[in-house]
């Protein structure tokens, strides 16, 4: 026997209707609840998930479409089928148009047609309850969506305050190593110059060429040349009282860099 995978209620106020209706169901994969009026099956829809309700129409107290309309509005997923006499025709189709009604019945029906009609109808149930499904995952998934772009969005915004704090601080450098009053040049790992501040341009005045690219070693004396060398080829400080460059002597000082820089070149000052 195929497992219950759907909940059918059938209300009728005739006994022999709904004992009809359950023998026509009991081999297909169904639970099959029973009300014989429409309060009895309202207080068992309150306590079960039914996909698919089947009434009669002529009942005492609540007529089949007053309890659909109410069906409709309480649990508007579950499917409505009214079994109705040819007399009812007029407020059946009316209960159809205004969508109270899925489908309707007459009595007596034909039950290989009807056993069809609600297995279509239970079809048309999980097809509504997968669009559902998909539909919910497609929401929550453009949440989601939203909520990284959101994120990205900040993260972009946070790294663009970052880099903007990072190159004004550079600019702040630059300004400040230019200004500071006392030669700095900055040499590569091979002793080209790369950088001159403010000071260090003045030693053209005395006729030193001093430019970017030009290898330092030009610039300096022979001992404070080979005293660069050494500092090049051991990555190393080194330091030196005396020398001379043009017109003026200095106190030499070649630093390396170091940290996320290190063997990427070296600094000198001259100290008059």
Not at 13 to 20: F, R
Not at 50 to 74: A, H, K, N
Not at 109 to 125: G, S, V
Not at 158 to 181: G, K, W, Y
Request: glycine share 4%.
């Amino acid at each position: 026997m195929e497992e219950i995978q759907h909940t059918v209620l059938c209300v009728d106020d005739e006994v022999n209707i709904l004992n009809s209706l359950k023998r026509l169901l009991r081999r297909e994969p169904y639970q099959v609840l029973t009300a014989t009026s429409g309060d009895e099956a309202l207080s068992i829809l309150a306590n079960n998930e039914v996909q698919l309700i089947v009434c009669d129409q002529r009942m005492p107290g609540m007529s089949g479409t007053e309890l659909m309309s109410r069906v409709r509005d309480l649990y508007p997923e579950t499917i409505r089928i009214v079994l109705s006499g040819y007399s009812e025709i007029k407020t059946i189709t009316e209960a159809i148009n205004k969508g109270h009604i899925y489908k309707f019945f007459f009595k007596p029906w034909d039950d290989e047609n009807l056993k069809l009609e609600i297995r279509a109808a239970l079809q048309h149930w999980e097809l509504i309850r997968a669009n559902k499904v998909l539909h919910e995952q497609v929401i929550r998934h453009n949440q989601e969506l939203s909520q990284i772009n959101e994120r990205l969005e900040q993260l972009v915004w946070e790294r663009t305050q970052e880099l903007e704090f990072r190159n004004q601080a550079l600019e702040v450098s630059h300004a400040i190593l230019a200004d500071i009053p006392l030669p700095i040049i900055g040499m590569d790992p091979d002793g080209s110059v790369v950088l001159i501040n403010r000071k260090a341009e003045d030693l053209r005045e005395d006729g030193i060429e001093l430019h970017v690219d030009n290898p330092m070693r030009g610039v300096l004396p022979s001992q404070a040349a080979m005293l660069l060398d050494q500092a090049l080829s051991e990555n190393s400080a080194q330091s030196m009282q005396g020398v001379k460059i043009g017109a003026k002597t200095y106190d030499m000082k070649i630093v390396p860099l170091s940290g996320q820089f290190s063997n990427r070149g070296f600094i000198i000052t001259l100290l008059e």
